[in-house]
């Protein structure tokens, strides 16, 4: 077994999603590529200039960051199995990738009658499911990305998503106007299935990838005047900012912060919180009273 081979069998016993994985090994091999020599051997001087090389081609901040996490954390693995002395790469992220986001940006946060507009403008009964999912339970376009058909249930109003790390509670649940538009796509999905699991699917009936669930999301945005593509992060609208409406709505309607910190996902930090154990039917009950309904 060669050395990504073994790096992905680690990552798979971790659990990463397959869209995850996907995308990160596809980072590590990029790097690999340009690297051009056995990464146990790299020095802060490559870093430095694979980082440079990075910014020359374009990439935006945001970008460069995430592929020098997943460096980061393959670098990490190299040393826990011996096959290097140290990690290199954390002196250079602390150093030159601490703070990628300007300060004074911060992400659009739309009202509930601007999310009525993207919905209702969305005519692609695919689509509508999709943003509606996302702006109702605020889970992650990745998330989203590997969801299956077979992890959905209508009746229970609830989804159980895929194991990973950044998440500790998988089940999220959906109101009665996600379940409506869930089950016209799902009748429509039947149609070009196939035997694909996939829940979002593509025309020609393969898995809807992160980049392309991007794509819904921006043009939604864009033909309702909430998103300007090279605009401050305030003026754009991406899978990320549904987050943010999901989590900043809930709050403002007066759901408790234990409960939306539950359906995030977010780690419980406090020690307090390891007592306070919470029902999964409470949560919901909470949800259904709280989530903004869009009138679609």
């Known amino acids: ?48 200039a694979y980082l440079q090389n990075l ?3 374009g990439q935006k901040s945001a970008t460069i960051a995430k592929t020098f996490s997943t460096i980061n954390v393959f670098h990490d693995w190299l040393e826990e199995e011996g096959l290097s002395s140290a990690n290199p790469v954390r002196a250079i992220r602390k150093k030159y ?29 695919r689509d509508r499911a999709l943003l509606l999912l996302l702006l109702k ?30 998440r500790s509670n998988r ?17 429509t999905r039947e149609r070009r299935a196939g035997n694909e699991s996939a829940l979002f699917l593509t025309q020609i009936g393969q898995r809807l990838r992160e980049r392309s669930i991007w794509m819904v999301i921006v043009k939604a945005a864009e033909r309702v005047g909430l998103h300007t593509s090279g605009a401050p992060l ?37 020690a307090i919180d390891i007592y306070n154990h919470i029902s999964p039917d409470d949560v919901k009950r909470s949800y259904l009273a709280h989530i903004p309904q869009l009138g679609v």
Not at 137 to 166: C, H, M, N, Q, Y
């Open 55 to 57: 910014r020359k081609d």
């Open 234 to 270: 305030e003026k754009r609208f991406g899978p990320h900012c549904c987050r943010h409406f999901f989590t900043t709505h809930l709050l403002r309607s007066g759901m408790s912060r234990e409960h939306v910190k539950w359906l995030r996902g977010d780690v419980m930090r406090e």
């Open 97 to 125: 990738l601490q703070s990628y986001k300007p300060d004074s940006e911060s992400r659009q946060i739309i009202s509930i009658e601007q999310a009525a507009q993207i919905v209702a403008s969305t005519i692609d009964t």
């Open 137 to 166: 339970t605020g889970i992650r376009r990745g998330e989203l990305a590997s969801l299956d058909a077979s992890d959905v249930s209508l009746d229970g109003l609830s989804i159980a998503l895929k194991p990973t790390a950044k």
């Open 171 to 187: 089940i999220v649940f959906f109101d009665h106007e996600t379940q409506a538009a869930l089950r016209r796509w799902l009748k």
């Open 1 to 48: 077994m060669n050395l990504l081979d073994a790096y992905k069998a680690d990552l798979e016993l971790r659990g990463h999603a397959q869209t995850t994985l996907v995308s990160e090994m596809c980072r590590i091999q990029n790097y690999l590529t340009w690297l051009g020599k056995d990464p146990a051997m790299v020095t802060r001087e490559d870093l430095k």
